[in-house]
Nanobody, 123 residues
C-alpha cells in the first residue's frame, strides 16, 4: 500500500482546511486509516482514526469537535477536515494504514505511512 497525503498549507486560526490521503495497492476498505501529526520539536502524536467501512471514528481529546475523519472507499481516499484550527495544530500531518483491530492510537499497529503534509496555522 502506498499513501500520498496532500492538502496542507497555511490556514488562519478559526478557518478550515481539508487534508486528503490517497491510497494505492491492496484493498483500501480492509484498512483502518489513522492520522498522526508531529509539531516542531515534539514527538509524533495520534490525531484520529477511521475504521475500514467508515462506521467508527476516534479522536484525541484536543481535536474532538473540531476535526472530522471521513473516507471514500470508492476513491481509495481518506480525509481529515480541520475546523477552527488553533496555532497549536501546526504540524506535519501523516496518514497511516493498518489492519490490526485495536490500539488504534499507537503508531506500531500501522504498517504503511504517507510522507506527511505540512499544516501551518497562523493567528
Amino acid at each position: 500500500v502506498q499513501l500520498q497525503a496532500s492538502g496542507g498549507g497555511l490556514v488562519q486560526a478559526g478557518g478550515s482546511l481539508r487534508l486528503s490521503c490517497a491510497a494505492s495497492g491492496r484493498t483500501f476498505s480492509s484498512y483502518n486509516m489513522g492520522w498522526f501529526r508531529q509539531a516542531p520539536g515534539k514527538e509524533r502524536e495520534f490525531v484520529g482514526v477511521i475504521n475500514g467501512n467508515g462506521g467508527y471514528t476516534y479522536y484525541t481529546d484536543s481535536v474532538k469537535g473540531r476535526f472530522t475523519i471521513t473516507r471514500d472507499n470508492a476513491k481509495n481516499t481518506v480525509y481529515l477536515q480541520m475546523r477552527s484550527p488553533k496555532i497549536e495544530d501546526t504540524a506535519v500531518y501523516y496518514c497511516a494504514a493498518g489492519e490490526y483491530p485495536s490500539d488504534l492510537d499507537l503508531e506500531d499497529v500501522y504498517d504503511y505511512w504517507g510522507q506527511g503534509t505540512v499544516v501551518t496555522v497562523s493567528s
